[in-house]
């Protein structure tokens, strides 16, 4: 079979202009790179996103190592009309003129709220202007009470001592190894659980049961972050349909929200029953018992869920970092040890300790311990 002049024409006319494109590509990745030595590699049309996945399985690694090459801060852009496109830093000067010197010039904005609205509504994590500003008052409010303070203290004692060491004691004796990260994350959820909702999400049981609940709220953090991956022509249509990871977000949030929810419906109902909730000095409690103003269950809900996200992960990776460069730094721990032995050596014959028999520490020696508290700043 022949080929007439017009179809070798147009096989000529194809190659030319993939020719043409591939060598534009080519030229803009060498530009990209010569003008953008510092920050990672943008890609023509992607942007960032083939860089993201092929270094998803080092993600931290490699955005850690990615600040360091660009001195602290880079700009980043995503697909095209994806409208996705920053800074990313963690300069510390950068970091105090956002959140402090020019805060009102940074707010969330449509792209960052629209992402986060099915997992966090209206909370604090997803408010602009004076909605945030209304948060930030009752949360600065009631967490600086002295009501608050105590029991958020003795809730901490009460877990330490009550679960955590007791899971410690439990390794020790039978020689297993343990995930350190894990254990931190399932005290710092059922801590602010407690401490947000008055609730106790189980998950530091000595048998490190899988709560639903946290589960859900894991899987519901983790998929809205792809949402920032991919432009919203393609997780809008995922999320209409039903399908890909937008199903599965679907039904993590679901699960999230009617734990929230139905506290918030069981705290109210003991409300009307009650009348007072002047025995429960958790966040949602003090909230609901004010008498100055009257909250809806969702704006209720909405808060404790973005607590909780604040409270989770910041504590319990700062936890293992703190105990991981204190196993590289024997020295420090050595002087965090004298220091704690010092206080106790000052104790009264008297004092008491847990029914356990642990060594309970009182808000005053704590507030003695300065290099404990200096090394964990």
């Known amino acids: 079979m022949g080929f007439s002049s017009a179809m070798i024409l147009n096989w000529l006319h194809f190659w030319d202009v993939a020719l043409a494109l591939m060598g534009l590509f080519i030229f803009s990745c060498l530009l990209q790179r010569f003008t953008n030595k510092n920050g990672p590699m943008l890609w023509p049309v992607l942007g960032i996103a083939p860089s993201i996945f092929l270094n998803a399985h080092t993600i931290y690694d490699w955005v850690t190592m990615a600040l360091i090459k660009a001195g602290g801060t880079f700009h980043y852009k995503g697909v095209w009309f994806g409208g996705s496109h920053g800074i990313i830093t963690l300069d510390p000067s950068n970091i105090e003129y956002m959140l402090k010197t020019r805060f009102s010039n940074f707010p969330k904005g449509k792209y960052y709220r629209e992402r986060f609205h099915d997992l966090l509504g209206d909370g604090i994590f ?182 909780i996200l604040a409270g989770r992960d910041t504590s319990s990776v700062g936890l293992a970092w703190f105990f991981w460069l204190v196993q590289k730094h024997p020295e420090v721990e050595n002087k965090i040890l004298k220091e704690i032995n010092e206080i106790l050596g000052q104790r009264q014959c008297t004092e008491k300790e847990s029914p356990d028999g642990d060594t309970v520490f009182t808000v005053e020696e704590l507030k003695k311990m300065v290099y404990l508290q200096a090394v964990l700043s």
Request: hydrophobic content about 40%; glycine content about 4%; charged content about 30%.
């Open 126 to 307: 997803n408010a602009d202007n004076e909605l945030w500003k209304e948060q930030r008052r009752l949360a600065t409010s009631e967490m600086h009470s002295g009501r608050f303070v105590e029991y958020s203290f003795f809730s901490m004692q009460e877990l330490v001592h009550k679960k955590l060491l007791k899971l410690m004691e439990k390794v020790v004796v039978s020689g297993c190894s343990i995930d350190l990260h894990e254990v931190l994350l399932r005290f710092t959820f059922d801590n602010i659980c407690s401490v947000a909702l008055g609730a106790d999400s189980g998950c530091l049981e000595l048998d490190l049961p899988q709560s639903p609940f946290v589960k859900a709220f894991e899987e519901a953090t983790e998929l809205t972050m792809f949402r920032f991956m991919v432009p919203p022509f393609v997780w809008k249509p995922m999320k209409l349909f039903g399908i890909g990871f937008e199903k599965r977000l679907k039904e993590a949030t679901k699960i999230v929200h009617y734990f929230a929810e139905n506290t918030v419906k069981d705290r109210r109902g003991e409300l009307k029953r009650l009348g007072s909730l002047k025995d429960r000095f958790d966040l949602l409690s003090r909230l609901m018992d004010s008498e100055k103003q009257h909250f809806s269950d969702k704006f209720l809900s909405d808060f404790c869920i973005s607590f």
